[in-house]
């Protein structure tokens, strides 16, 4: 059974470490904030000048005027610091964030990704996402594995114009955990309830699968 977009997220939170600055890109990356593992400490990161960035508010913490890079209010963490966008694109810039994570429209064998814009579609534009994908040591992407036509969004290469180039290290999707190297990508785990023939059938790309694959695990 596919994941939803929670379970997602959930999955992305086990490849934080203790004390990694991680930027967490708009869509169901921003729930990756929900789910940082018990006992770690991470320092979440938003190009519009917030480090820091906590879980999303109740009721009675809301503040308007404390949002991340998507428009939508957040917390923050005790510690936290504010500042402006040029200084937040400057620790990008820097490669001081370990770890950013991503939506994409599509990713491809080597490593490509695009995540921007659909020709003929409306263009909401680049924002932070050129900058995170050349700055950050490490990039997962998360996004369904095929569309809602049932087309793989995992390609040999990809169709879209590119945010960027041989980037993005892991992905997770609603079906699979994969890794991206050499060329093709490498099946860790699969969703429960979902079976290696139906990844393989839903990536377009060159998919290598060796021994048995196991089940993604949530505590």
Same mark, same amino acid.
């Given at each position: 059974m596919a994941l939803s977009r929670e379970q997602v997220a959930m999955r992305v939170a086990q490849e934080l470490q203790d004390g990694f600055y991680v930027n967490l890109g708009i869509g169901i990356p921003t729930l990756v904030a929900n789910y940082v593992p018990k006992g770690i400490e991470v320092m979440l990161?938003? &190009? =519009?000048? #917030? %480090?820091?960035?906590?879980?999303?508010? +109740? &009721?009675?913490? #809301?503040?308007?005027?404390? !949002? =991340?890079?998507?428009?939508?209010? $957040? +917390?923050? $963490?005790? /510690?936290?610091? !504010?500042? =402006?966008?040029? &200084?937040?694109?400057?620790m990008i810039r820097g490669g001081h964030v370990d770890l950013t994570v991503l939506g994409a429209f599509e990713v491809d064998q080597h490593g490509n990704i695009a995540s921007w814009m659909i020709p003929k579609k409306l263009i909401k534009g680049m924002g932070g996402a050129m900058d995170l994908v050349a700055g950050a040591q490490n990039i997962i992407v998360t996004m369904t594995h095929a569309s809602k036509h049932g087309e793989s969004k995992l390609l040999e290469q990809c169709t %879209?114009? #590119? +945010? /960027?180039v041989n980037c993005v290290k892991k992905i997770v999707t609603d079906l699979a955990v994969l890794e991206v190297k050499d060329g093709a990508f490498y099946l860790l785990e699969r969703a429960p309830g979902v079976s290696v023939d139906e990844i393989i059938s839903k990536t377009a790309g060159k998919l290598i699968v060796e021994g048995d694959i196991p089940e993604m695990q949530f505590d």
């Open positions: 990161q938003s &190009e =519009n000048g #917030l %480090l820091g960035m906590g879980q999303y508010p +109740t &009721e009675a913490q #809301l503040d308007a005027d404390m !949002i =991340n890079a998507g428009k939508e209010t $957040v +917390t923050a $963490v005790k /510690g936290a610091a !504010i500042f =402006n966008s040029a &200084e937040s694109f400057a %879209l114009p #590119l +945010t /960027g």
